[in-house]
């Protein structure tokens, strides 16, 4: 699925190469854009660009230009509303069928729904020498692999390097974002060649494209988990009988999100050794994963059972108390949890589990202390429960008002991206507690994150007089990109200045000196 950001570096590339981008502020903009690629801050680049875009929606001229309604739908689609970007793109096609530009945004918005149908006919009507840099072949190599159909996924994928390889050629003498565009396209079209090679049992071939990506960026996102999955798959092909492999497959099947793959990794390597504990445990793993508590249980049990293997035992315990505690058995999850942490007393995750069982039983025995409820909305938000932690919350909030109780409720539907949600708990502790400055300071990041710059900067700055001086570094940090989301760059510029020069972080120093490096050029 290709996401919104490398859509938005998409859509710059077409203003940029095409020449839609007038020769005023938005050019500066998307300068910046091109220069924040080129050192791979990502982040900062889509903030440029999207101050770039709304710099060019003032620009009269642009009025009665077709690049106005490109611009229109895909400024909805980059704020999430999908329907009314294709309906505005529907519209202009019908309007103007001749203007291709609208058949790459609606077909980048369908793309992006994994929708290939309906994109590849809209990328189909693109003229070749235009736009004939491989995009259809790689639509249909993607809709390939949704059909599972992986030869031809080769086919059209093989094409779309072929194509990319010899167009990119005319760049000429390229740009740093020219290089970052044409890595971008290889390590894409590499990732889905080594996914089809794979499912076609071509190890060797799959293992070369992945080496390409390792080449290009040895931190892509996966690339770990899938080159193990292929020398793991050589090994179990060159040695059938080696149970650790099989195992060590499945593991880093499951890692990659494919848990499918990973049962019957986990079953060969127990069909080998029986008595393998943590084979026994991972299996149980799988299956929780997959909804299927009732044949994770008997796993789990069975690595405790054997005793053999120490790391297996504190998994299952753990893993055990889960089961239990989700299944309202509170006392029963508090025993295994106990196992867990008398085989290693520093397991956090089993410390964190053993506070949410005892809150819970603490209320089973006394339902009617409401307090507890906080304590235990704290518990399942340390441990990464943050629907539980919301729940919890509010079950509080029906027995009184307490700001830190509605600061807590506010911080989880952060963590949930509910902004709106967390906006108003804020201002809620704030009704509160006028004073009360961590809820004025996560006010202020709520709002930017809403894109109410203008109240989240004076949120910000009423942070900066109330808190502590060493939180600063941090609010004036939020304070600079609240400027700069703005599309205020000097204000920007000079709080990331007063950041530099008070803040003991140097690896943020070293990112802020590079983002005043192209802001100040």
């Avoid at 609208?102 to 793309?111: C, R």
């Avoid at 790391?311 to 989700?326: D, F, K």
């Avoid at 006394?366 to 079950?395: C, H, R, V, W």
């Amino acid at each position: 699925m290709i996401n919104r950001k490398t859509l938005l570096l998409l859509i710059m590339m077409v203003f940029t190469l095409f020449g839609c981008v007038p020769k005023n502020q938005t050019e500066l903009h998307f300068k910046h854009a091109q220069d924040f690629m080129e050192l791979q801050m990502m982040h900062e680049a889509v903030i440029e660009l999207k101050n770039g875009l709304r710099t060019m929606e003032k620009d009269k001229q642009y009025e009665k230009r077709p690049e106005k309604k490109l611009l229109d739908g895909l400024t909805c689609f980059l704020s999430g509303d999908n329907e009314k970007a294709k309906d505005i793109l529907s519209n202009a096609i019908k309007e103007s069928p001749g203007y291709w530009g609208y058949y790459f945004g609606l077909a980048s918005i369908y793309i992006s729904e994994m929708k290939y149908d309906q994109a590849i006919p809209l990328l189909s009507k693109i003229p070749e020498e235009d736009f004939g840099y491989g995009q259809l072949n790689l639509v249909l190599g993607m809709k390939a692999i949704q059909d599972k159909d992986y030869k031809l996924a080769i086919k059209e994928l093989e094409e779309a390097r072929a194509k990319f390889s010899r167009k990119s050629l005319d760049f000429g003498q390229e740009s740093g974002s020219q290089q970052f565009i044409k890595n971008g396209a290889i390590l894409i079209l590499s990732n889905l060649l080594a996914v089809a090679y794979e499912k076609e049992n071509k190890l060797t071939e799959a293992y070369e494209n992945l080496q390409m990506i390792k080449a290009i960026n040895p931190n892509f996102v996966g690339l770990k988990n899938s080159l193990s999955i292929l020398e793991y798959k050589m090994m179990v092909k060159a040695n059938p009988g080696d149970f650790v492999a099989w195992n060590a497959l499945g593991w880093n099947y499951y890692h990659k999100g494919l848990v499918d793959d990973a049962i019957p990794a986990y079953k060969k390597a127990l069909e080998l050794n029986p008595s393998y504990a943590l084979a026994w445990n991972n299996l149980g793993l799988a299956y929780l994963k997959n909804g299927d508590d009732d044949a994770a249980e008997p796993c789990f049990v069975k690595a405790v059972i054997l005793n053999n293997d120490k790391i297996a035992a504190r998994y299952a315990n753990y893993n055990l108390a889960r089961i239990c505690r989700l299944n309202g058995k509170y006392a029963k999850a508090l025993e295994y949890l106990s196992e867990t942490l008398k085989i290693d007393p520093d397991y956090a995750d089993a410390k964190k589990e053993y506070v949410v069982a005892f809150n819970l039983a603490e209320i089973e025995k006394f339902p009617m202390k409401t307090e507890m409820y906080i304590a235990l909305g704290n518990a399942y938000f340390e441990n990464g429960e943050i629907d539980n932690a919301i729940s919890a919350y509010q079950k509080y909030l029906k027995s009184g008002e307490n700001e830190k109780n509605y600061y807590n409720l506010g911080q989880a539907y952060y963590l949930k991206s509910d902004f709106r949600q967390a906006e108003k708990c804020y201002r809620n502790a704030l009704r509160l507690n006028k004073k009360y400055w961590q809820a004025t300071f996560a006010l202020g990041k709520a709002l930017k994150r809403e894109g109410e710059f203008s109240e989240a900067i004076e949120c910000l700055k009423a942070a900066l007089k109330e808190s502590p001086r060493e939180v600063l570094p941090e609010i004036i940090d939020e304070l600079a990109y609240a400027y700069f989301e703005k599309g205020e760059i000097a204000a920007a510029v000079e709080r990331w200045r007063n950041l530099i020069e008070i803040s003991n972080d140097v690896e943020k120093v070293n990112r802020r000196e590079k983002i005043l490096g192209v802001l100040t050029s």
